[in-house]
């Protein structure tokens, strides 16, 4: 079934408005019956004035044009009336369906895990947002519309005409029922180039998010002519494959013409026959005029309603993939007892990121005892962000088991987690938007107090005092707009407004100096100094304020026999 996609896909939400669609077809239904009646009064006042003798008066002859006249404007006006309840019943209804949809979507991204929602590029899940979440915007709002109002129009349309005269119907209609096939055709010919004008134009936005963000280093180190010639060479492709779609396209209009010219030439020339014939008359042929005129439009958008069904249903075949993608890692809705501590222990703990690949981290044993400060100063590459990743559940281990506060960690839900455990990566991520905005991503409730005492806590609080809009400065797309050292200490502020019981600073300290090191450690052995701290760091002037150094994982417990990987 050509549209069963689109049916698993969305009737979860249209059946919540079942009400509001019906009302909507309703609506449709009397819209288009009510639009047939210009060509059929028509009709009628033209056989009435072809019936006037010249003994008639004025009066006898307009009183009657004068009643249709006057009941098809009242009727035009219910009709203009239903047409605002057919788009807002309609058109709300695909919105609030996309609003449901995108929120459901958006939901189960929200409970993929780290390692699951790396394996798909960012760039992919861009495209699910944007191209495929627009594509059904098109299917649940214009083509369900028109599409609608295409079949009761041509129901009502061709009923009328194959009961007013079924053989000048027939030989009427032939002509531009080829419209929708032709149409569908040339559309499905653009549709194909279409692809590549996207490609080009992904390949071409593509080169312009790699360089804008790094425009004057690049202008630094590159030569500008090279950037310009590349540019140009990619502008050039988009433009020549819009150039593609735009000839064919330009055949569409020409084409619904002729056949609607050549429909016309049957009305005028075989019905002219018929007329001198005594078989019909001139009011039929002056309706079936607007009837065929009526009738343009939606047999022209046959092949544009496939096509937007047909692209539809692609992305709707590849929004159910991705909603079928099951997280690695699943969090109980309750935990299943709360922690007594705050400590961690990990035995025979392994893992490889790659069933089939080398383990990264092969039976290490380890213990952080209750409020205890730990660095693990190890060198490069030897695992110290994976080791974070599964302290704070980002990941689980390929073998061996975590317990934080005398509990597994799989065990604690989603919520416990990440409340009691406090995580600074070593590549945080900040939002478009302000320094308030990212701040109360964590807490909403957060007062204006409270943010300005994490960022004082984190060494932040002067330079953010010092900035002309406060809290309120922009930070750029993705935080580009600050420096290395303030993105770590913008994250460790958004952390500590959790007031967490544990935290995981991995190379937190890197891009600062000593000076401030020892001010925001300060700060923490104040603030925080009954949580317990894993950081993972090579700076030697953070070794005062923690109890333990150590230069390898395997501390506090033995290695358990078996767990030696290769």
């Not at 993929?112 to 098109?138: A, I, M, S």
């Not at 779609?245 to 002219?272: C, D, K, N, W």
């Not at 061996?400 to 406090?422: M, N, P, T």
């Not at 925001?520 to 949580?531: K, M, N």
Request: include cysteine; charged fraction near 15%.
């Amino acid at each position: 079934m050509p549209v069963q996609p689109l049916l698993r896909l969305l009737w979860p939400f249209y059946r919540r408005y079942a009400v509001l669609g019906l009302l909507g077809v309703l609506a449709v239904a009397s819209v288009n019956l009510l639009a047939v009646l210009p060509g059929w009064v028509t009709g009628q006042v033209l056989d009435h004035l072809a019936k006037i003798h010249h003994a008639t008066s004025a009066w006898q002859a307009l009183l009657p044009i004068l009643g249709y006249l006057g009941g098809l404007t009242l009727l035009m006006l219910v009709r203009a009336a239903l047409m605002v309840a057919m788009r807002l019943s309609l058109v709300v209804l695909s919105r609030r369906v996309e609003r449901d949809h995108r929120a459901y979507l958006l939901q189960k991204l929200l409970e993929w895990d780290w390692l699951t929602l790396h394996q798909h590029p960012t760039g992919e899940l861009l495209t699910y947002f944007t191209e495929d979440l627009n594509r059904l915007r098109n299917f649940t709002g214009p083509a369900i519309l028109y599409g609608l109002q295409t079949l009761f129009l041509v129901l009502f349309t061709a009923g009328l005409m194959l009961y007013t005269e079924p053989q000048l119907a027939l030989f009427t209609l032939l002509p531009l029922t080829l419209i929708g096939p032709l149409t569908y055709l040339l559309r499905q010919k653009a549709l194909a180039r279409g692809h590549r004008q996207q490609e080009a134009f992904a390949f071409m936005s593509a080169f312009l998010q790699q360089v804008y963000p790094f425009l004057r280093p690049l202008r630094a180190l590159s030569d500008p002519a090279a950037l310009a010639k590349e540019w140009h060479k990619r502008t050039q492709a988009h433009r020549q494959a819009s150039l593609s779609v735009a000839r064919v396209e330009a055949y569409l209009h020409p084409l619904t013409l002729l056949f609607v010219g050549l429909s016309l030439t049957v009305v005028l020339i075989y019905g002219g026959i018929r007329v001198t014939e005594g078989k019909t008359t001139v009011g039929t042929i002056g309706a079936f005029s607007l009837y065929v005129v009526q009738l343009m439009f939606p047999l022209s958008a046959v092949g544009w309603l496939i096509s937007l069904v047909q692209q539809a249903r692609a992305s709707a075949e590849r929004l159910l993939a991705l909603q079928a993608v099951s997280p690695r890692l699943h969090f109980p809705a309750v935990s299943s007892r709360q922690p007594t501590h705050n400590g961690w222990t990990w035995n025979a703990l392994s893992f490889r990121y790659d069933p089939q690949g080398p383990f990264v981290l092969c039976g290490i044993s380890g213990e952080v005892a209750p409020g205890e400060k730990v660095v693990f100063s190890l060198p490069m590459g030897s695992g110290k962000t994976t080791l974070a990743r599964l302290l704070s559940r980002h990941l689980d281990p390929t073998e061996g088991e975590i317990f934080f506060g005398g509990v597994r960690l799989a065990a604690l839900s989603w919520a416990d987690l990440r409340q009691r455990i406090g995580y600074v990566p070593q590549q945080p991520f900040l939002l478009s938007g302000s320094l308030i905005e990212n701040l109360r991503l964590v807490r909403p409730d957060a007062s204006i107090q409270e943010l300005w005492q994490v960022l004082e806590w984190a060494g932040l609080a002067d330079e953010v005092a010092a900035l002309p809009k406060g809290l309120k400065t922009d930070i750029g797309l993705w935080g580009q707009q600050v420096s290395g050292g303030q993105r770590q200490r913008l994250a460790l502020a958004m952390t500590l407004l959790k007031r967490p019981t544990a935290l995981l600073l991995d190379d937190t300290f890197a891009p600062l100096d000593s000076e401030k090191i020892k001010e925001i450690l300060t700060h923490l052995r104040r603030h925080f100094g009954q949580a317990t701290w894993v950081v993972f760091t090579h700076r030697t002037e953070v070794q005062p304020f923690v109890d333990r150094w150590e230069t390898s994982f395997q501390v506090g417990l033995p290695r358990k026999v078996g767990t030696w990987c290769k």
